[in-house]
């Protein structure tokens, strides 16, 4: 032969794109090129192939070779394509051809000692592969639990040896049962370590309850980050449709555990105040890497002394809240990742951070600029807003009694969450805070006359548009963990309290 085919994978985003590999041999000035809009790394794939094929034993054909990676319009990265690569030089340099490199999908990279080593994304470009009606896949076996995800008949190479072995009939040099190790069960913070703070803990249960964020705003040692990490214990876990949508983006960003891949609770993020734009919403130059706020999706993003962020860092938070994703445009390409989170923002009320207000020793300019580094359109997407007071010395030796712990409180937002889904049954909708503005205004079961509150509100100015229907949402989610179906007057004046307390 002198023309072979073989197949892999291409990323697009959390996406992937099956790629048809070819080869040609020819004679001539011997040489090999790689065609395809190929990165630095896929044109670097000839000297990587070629000795990994030498050190396998095996001869490099002496030839004219072109290696064409198609469709050649879509842009590839990454040295995943190797193993492709290697087996098509092989096939078309043969006199027989074996049928399963025309219908099997190939990734990984290959050492120059010819072993074949674990690449990123492997979970969305099977299951892209999959779309695209194969059924078995050849990965590394670093890879192999992520693959065996996919739904694909997987099998796991150790070397190129091992895989031209399989081809050539010998049994037993593949891997086709993947170790996975049981996940063993998260460590959830209790949320009956927070001591005091019963409007803050009640704020947390309706965040959790209805997917709302949350802003938290108090002087150290008040239990804001103890707060929000507790978060992530009272949420249910994730379907099965979610984890592998959240498994997606974290192999993408190559972030997952190898013996347990599937990521079955919602994720929580919480990037340093110093983090860049490109690391918290996503960027970078060649390769567009998922920022915190994909690495959040399906779980939460909490950030914490959110004054200290950069400017453009928070304002560029206000795109992905509204749409649920972030594209990403860049000069190598354009690329949309999810970023369906909840955000929980915990700041200080002022640079000096007293304990107490008295003791403040800011002007009262100084306090005004520092918390307005949080801008208004950010905070108008956010949906609860509390101020949390100095603990109370009586919390602190618990003459109050032991709090409620996480999993009573869990139970209360599953039963809530569960009543939220009934009502948005039929619809892409599951909790109250995803619920466009418009249906939720349609949908409003409770009496005119409830909002007479949230209508002054509107009129003095003291509430958008967007923050109406974040009241209407925050009410129906108060109505849930009550057990009711429709909200009655004190949701509603409970959701304003918690959006806007000044009103009352």
């Given at each position: 032969?002198?023309?072979?085919?073989?197949?892999?994978?291409?990323?697009?985003?959390?996406?992937?794109?099956?790629?048809?590999?070819?080869?040609?041999?020819?004679?001539?000035?011997?040489?090999?090129?790689?065609?395809?809009?190929?990165?630095?790394?896929?044109?670097?794939?000839?000297?990587?192939?070629?000795?990994?094929?030498?050190?396998?034993?095996?001869?490099?054909?002496?030839?004219?070779?072109?290696?064409?990676?198609?469709?050649?319009?879509?842009?590839?990265?990454?040295?995943?394509?190797?193993?492709?690569?290697?087996?098509?030089?092989?096939?078309?340099?043969?006199?027989?051809?074996?049928?399963?490199?025309?219908?099997?999908?190939?990734?990984?990279?290959?050492?120059?000692?010819?072993?074949?080593?674990?690449?990123?994304?492997?979970?969305?470009?099977?299951?892209?592969?999959?779309?695209?009606?194969?059924?078995?896949?050849?990965?590394?076996?670093?890879?192999?639990?992520?693959?065996?995800?996919s739904g694909l008949q997987v099998r796991g190479v150790r070397t190129l040896d091992d895989l031209l072995a399989h081809f050539a009939g010998e049994r037993g040099r593949l891997v086709t049962d993947p170790e996975v190790i049981p996940a063993p069960e998260p460590a959830i913070a209790d949320l009956a370590d927070v001591l005091g703070q019963p409007e803050a803990r009640a704020a947390l249960e309706l965040a959790a309850a209805g997917?709302?964020?949350?802003?938290?705003?108090?002087?150290?040692?008040?239990?804001?980050?103890?707060?929000?990490?507790?978060?992530?214990?009272?949420?249910?876990?994730?379907?099965?449709?979610?984890?592998?949508?959240?498994?997606?983006?974290?192999?993408?960003?190559?972030?997952?555990?190898?013996?347990?891949?599937?990521?079955?609770?919602?994720?929580?993020?919480?990037?340093?105040?110093?983090?860049?734009?490109?690391?918290?919403?996503?960027?970078?130059?060649?390769?567009?890497?998922?920022?915190?706020?994909?690495?959040?999706?399906?779980?939460?993003?909490?950030?914490?002394?959110?004054?200290?962020?950069?400017?453009?860092?928070?304002?560029?938070?206000?795109?992905?809240?509204?749409?649920?994703?972030?594209?990403?445009?860049?000069?190598?390409?354009?690329?949309?990742?999810?970023?369906?989170?909840?955000?929980?923002?915990?700041?200080?009320?002022?640079?000096?951070?007293?304990?107490?207000?008295?003791?403040?020793?800011?002007?009262?300019?100084?306090?005004?600029?520092?918390?307005?580094?949080?801008?208004?359109?950010?905070?108008?997407?956010?949906?609860?807003?509390?101020?949390?007071?100095?603990?109370?010395?009586?919390?602190?030796?618990?003459?109050?009694?032991?709090?409620?712990?996480?999993?009573?409180?869990?139970?209360?937002?599953?039963?809530?969450?569960?009543?939220?889904?009934?009502?948005?049954?039929?619809?892409?909708?599951?909790?109250?805070?995803?619920?466009?503005?418009?249906?939720?205004?349609?949908?409003?079961?409770?009496k005119r006359s409830h909002t007479d509150l949230v209508d002054r509100a509107v009129r003095a100015g003291r509430l958008t548009g967007r923050g109406y229907d974040r009241v209407l949402r925050l009410a129906l989610t108060s109505a849930d963990l009550a057990g009711r179906d429709v909200p009655d007057r004190g949701d509603v004046t409970r959701a304003l309290v918690l959006r806007c307390p000044e009103e009352l």
């Amino acid at each position: 032969m002198t023309l072979a085919t073989t197949w892999s994978a291409a990323l697009d985003g959390v996406g992937g794109h099956l790629v048809r590999v070819e080869a040609h041999l020819a004679g001539g000035l011997p040489g090999t090129s790689v065609i395809g809009m190929g990165d630095a790394a896929v044109s670097q794939a000839r000297d990587r192939v070629r000795a990994a094929v030498l050190n396998s034993g095996r001869k490099w054909p002496d030839k004219r070779i072109t290696l064409a990676l198609s469709p050649a319009a879509l842009p590839k990265k990454g040295a995943g394509f190797d193993l492709a690569l290697a087996v098509a030089v092989l096939e078309a340099d043969s006199d027989t051809s074996c049928a399963a490199t025309g219908t099997a999908v190939l990734l990984g990279e290959l050492g120059l000692d010819g072993a074949v080593r674990p690449i990123r994304g492997v979970l969305p470009l099977l299951l892209a592969a999959r779309a695209a009606g194969r059924t078995h896949a050849l990965v590394p076996v670093a890879n192999l639990p992520e693959a065996a995800l996919s739904g694909l008949q997987v099998r796991g190479v150790r070397t190129l040896d091992d895989l031209l072995a399989h081809f050539a009939g010998e049994r037993g040099r593949l891997v086709t049962d993947p170790e996975v190790i049981p996940a063993p069960e998260p460590a959830i913070a209790d949320l009956a370590d927070v001591l005091g703070q019963p409007e803050a803990r009640a704020a947390l249960e309706l965040a959790a309850a209805g997917g709302h964020h949350l802003a938290m705003i108090g002087p150290p040692g008040a239990g804001k980050t103890m707060l929000a990490t507790r978060l992530p214990g009272l949420l249910p876990g994730l379907d099965g449709e979610s984890s592998l949508e959240v498994t997606a983006v974290h192999s993408v960003a190559g972030t997952l555990a190898e013996q347990t891949p599937l990521i079955t609770r919602p994720p929580f993020v919480d990037p340093h105040h110093s983090a860049s734009l490109a690391a918290v919403i996503g960027g970078g130059s060649g390769w567009i890497r998922p920022g915190s706020v994909s690495l959040a999706h399906r779980g939460v993003l909490f950030l914490d002394e959110a004054p200290e962020f950069r400017p453009t860092v928070l304002d560029g938070l206000r795109q992905p809240l509204e749409s649920g994703g972030v594209l990403l445009a860049r000069a190598s390409g354009v690329v949309r990742y999810p970023a369906r989170f909840q955000l929980v923002v915990a700041a200080n009320p002022c640079p000096c951070a007293a304990a107490r207000d008295v003791d403040c020793t800011c002007a009262s300019g100084v306090r005004r600029r520092y918390l307005s580094r949080i801008s208004g359109p950010l905070l108008d997407r956010i949906d609860i807003r509390i101020d949390l007071p100095p603990l109370d010395p009586i919390a602190l030796t618990g003459a109050t009694g032991r709090p409620e712990d996480t999993a009573t409180v869990a139970q209360r937002v599953l039963a809530a969450r569960h009543r939220a889904a009934q009502r948005w049954k039929g619809t892409p909708w599951r909790v109250n805070a995803d619920v466009p503005g418009p249906v939720i205004r349609r949908c409003w079961g409770g009496k005119r006359s409830h909002t007479d509150l949230v209508d002054r509100a509107v009129r003095a100015g003291r509430l958008t548009g967007r923050g109406y229907d974040r009241v209407l949402r925050l009410a129906l989610t108060s109505a849930d963990l009550a057990g009711r179906d429709v909200p009655d007057r004190g949701d509603v004046t409970r959701a304003l309290v918690l959006r806007c307390p000044e009103e009352l």
